[in-house]
């Protein structure tokens, strides 16, 4: 079948993907991962929506060894055979295990962070959030959820906006507010992820924005804790163009890779520090300090410094755990080696 240039463009395909698929391959089709189960993926190709397994010798796959949603897949005699390379990846740590990531989604160009009003913004939460989605290649937006249960929007917006550094703030609700302008931002062709907590509206705002009721939905349990309605991540195609991946809602987002992202979230902090009389400056008892200097205007300077290397640490700790993880694979293949020439030598 003679594909489809203009349908594979609404799905995100691009130059990037194009000229790696031309490496890898003479006569595969190409395949948009919509949704995992174990070894058989639900893929949208040229032709429509399909269910493939992945081929034991798949190749292309990243250490972690996972297909995840946005993922392209070449598909060749019904099997996944190959994925290609991914333009952007949003990773957390695996929940419960201290040395291993998880890809979230790939080839994102939006990571939507949800976060819902009602109750007390959680600003650290927010930074976290930016700090991961800025590291996966895409550009983040917060989306303020539940803007019907705020006692005072332009304030959550204003908070919000303060910890943001520049990112775009989105105020929206079940009832409407703010849809236009998600619509506005997610072009034909664009692919954005929602995370964050369980009940803050996610699966709901893709069914406003789609237009239907496909996705389940749940009701908030008493203590506000949401219930972990969506259980599977799943891509979905909106009708006005542009694409949106829905998440089960997570309690915390471990850090992976995160430096970068950090760098990004503080960098307003980053550039003050710069004028501290001295370069290694701990911004505690040194004289001619700036970030203290600048903390006794705003004491939300404090909290935000706190905030940074808080995460620092935690980034720090991954970094020395996977460190200390290779160096005793790296003993063990050795030993192994040197039993292996023991067994052999006469
Ligand atoms: N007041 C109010 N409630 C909302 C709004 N959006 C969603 N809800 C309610 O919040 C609850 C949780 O919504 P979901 O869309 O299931 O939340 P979710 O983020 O997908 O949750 P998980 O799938 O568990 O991660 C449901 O009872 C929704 O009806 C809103 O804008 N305002
Ligand atoms: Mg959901
Ligand atoms: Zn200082």
């Given amino acids: ?25 003479s006569d595969g089709r190409r395949g948009l991962v919509v949704r995992v189960d174990g070894r058989v993926v639900t893929v ?22 996972s297909v995840t949603t946005g993922d392209w897949l070449v598909i060749d005699a019904g099997l996944a055979v190959h994925l290609l390379p991914r333009r952007s990846v ?25 976060v819902a009003l009602g109750v007390p913004l959680r600003l650290r939460r927010i930074e976290r959030a930016l700090a991961m989605a800025w590291s996966s290649g895409a550009a983040p937006v917060v989306l303020l959820t539940k803007s019907d249960l705020s006692l005072d929007v332009d304030e959550d917006l204003r ?76 891509l979905i195609e909106l009708p006005g163009g542009g694409l949106i991946i829905d998440t089960p809602g997570t309690r915390e987002l471990g850090l992976w890779d995160a430096a970068a992202g950090i760098d990004e979230v503080f960098g307003d902090l980053t ?27 705003d004491p939300s300077v404090l909290a935000r410094l706190e905030s940074k290397r808080k995460l620092e640490r935690e980034q720090e700790r991954l970094d020395n755990a996977r460190d200390l993880r290779a160096q005793a694979e790296q003993r063990r293949e050795l030993r192994r080696r040197a039993r292996s020439m023991r067994q052999r030598s006469p």
Wanted: net charge neutral; with cysteine; charged share 20%.
């Fill in 1 to 25: 079948m003679p594909h489809d240039p203009r349908r594979l463009t609404a799905l995100g395909w691009n130059g990037f993907l194009e000229s790696a698929f031309a490496d890898a391959t």
């Fill in 44 to 65: 949208l190709t040229d032709a429509g929506q399909e269910r493939v397994p992945l081929s034991t010798t798949m190749s292309g796959v990243p250490d972690d060894g």
């Fill in 90 to 114: 949003l990773m957390r740590r695996a929940a419960g295990v201290a040395t291993a990531g998880q890809a979230v989604a790939a080839n994102i160009d939006l990571v939507f962070i949800t």
């Fill in 159 to 234: 908070a919000a906006r303060s910890v943001a550094a520049g990112t775009e703030v989105i105020a929206v609700n079940s009832s409407g507010a703010g849809l236009a302008r998600l619509r506005e931002i997610l072009l034909e062709g664009l692919v954005a992820v929602l995370v964050g907590p369980s009940g803050t509206g996610k699966s709901t705002l893709v069914n406003r924005l789609s237009g239907n009721e496909a996705l389940a939905t749940g009701e908030v349990r008493a203590d506000g804790k949401g219930r972990h309605t969506t259980t599977h991540r799943e």
């Fill in 271 to 297: 550039e003050v520090a710069a004028h501290c009389r001295f370069r290694n400056c701990k911004h505690e008892q040194e004289p001619g300090c700036a970030v203290r200097a600048a903390a006794a205007g």
